[in-house]
Nanobody, 115 residues
Framework: QVHVVESGGGLVQPGGSLRLSCAASGSLFRPDVMAWYRQAPGQQRELVATSTGGGSPNYGDSVKDRFTISRDNMKRTVYLQMNSLELDDTAVYYC?????????WGQGTQVTVSS
């Protein structure tokens, strides 16, 4: 059973930065895909960024040029560096891990952007 744990959320002012981390444990295999999604109150869950580990990362249109996804394959960890945060970035951020045809989600970490 793969266990996915996010960390790093919190309260930040507009224009500030946060770095989220997500660690996947419980498997001997390297995740095929590690991604970040987010869900704001009353909204559908949306893709933030995806890392396949081999190709170029993909980003949602609303976070391009502000967020950066990176991963440490040895640590089975993916990071999300969020800069120039805006009020609309407020959401619960979820880590998604795809490994050997199965999908796993973390419990989410709250990011609140407020002045």
């Amino acid at each position: 059973q793969v266990h996915v744990v996010e960390s790093g959320g919190g309260l930040v002012q507009p224009g500030g930065s946060l770095r989220l981390s997500c660690a996947a444990s419980g498997s001997l295999f390297r995740p095929d895909v590690m991604a970040w999604y987010r869900q704001a109150p009353g909204q559908q869950r949306e893709l933030v960024a995806t890392s396949t580990g081999g190709g170029s990362p993909n980003y949602g249109d609303s976070v391009k040029d502000r967020f950066t996804i990176s991963r440490d394959n040895m640590k089975r960890t993916v990071y999300l560096q969020m800069n120039s945060l805006e009020l609309d970035d407020t959401a619960v951020y979820y880590c998604n891990v795809r490994l050997r045809g199965r999908e796993y989600w973390g419990q989410g970490t709250q990011v609140t952007v407020s002045s």
